[in-house]
């Protein structure tokens, strides 16, 4: 069982940055690909970006394309999305999700493990 507990969201105005932590309890984290998802109010739960396990392949969604940055340490069990940039539509809560595969991909149906979320909101 991968337990995941992310951190780091609050308010922040457009144009500014936050960064999100993901810290998972098992040590197998290294094992796993891991990606962020984020929901909005009243609007269905959305890819965001991914990693594989080894942090050699990373996807992101169209729309945080140059502003969003994954990362990892495995040593750290931790997964990280740096966020620049940020615009008043990047608000909703956002959520770790790990997958039983080093892979990463962008469809929510194949992660086995999901955060609790953290509310990231963005002022105009």
């Known amino acids: 069982q991968v337990q995941l507990v992310e951190s780091g969201g609050g308010l922040v105005q457009a144009g500014g940055s936050l960064r999100l932590s993901c810290a998972a309890s098992e040590r197998t984290f290294s094992r796993n690909a891991m990606g962020w998802f984020r929901q909005a109010p009243g609007k269905e739960r959305e890819f965001v970006s991914a990693i594989s396990r080894s942090g050699s392949s990373v996807l992101y969604a169209d729309s945080v394309k140059g502003r969003f940055t994954i990362s990892r340490d495995n040593a750290k069990n931790t997964v990280y999305l740096q966020m620049n940039s940020l615009r008043p539509a990047d608000t909703a809560v956002y959520y770790c999700?790990?997958?039983?595969?080093?892979?990463?991909?962008?469809?929510?149906?194949?992660?086995?493990?999901w955060g609790q979320g953290t509310q990231v909101t963005v002022s105009s």
């Open positions: 999700a790990a997958r039983s595969s080093v892979i990463a991909t962008t469809s929510s149906s194949s992660y086995d493990y």
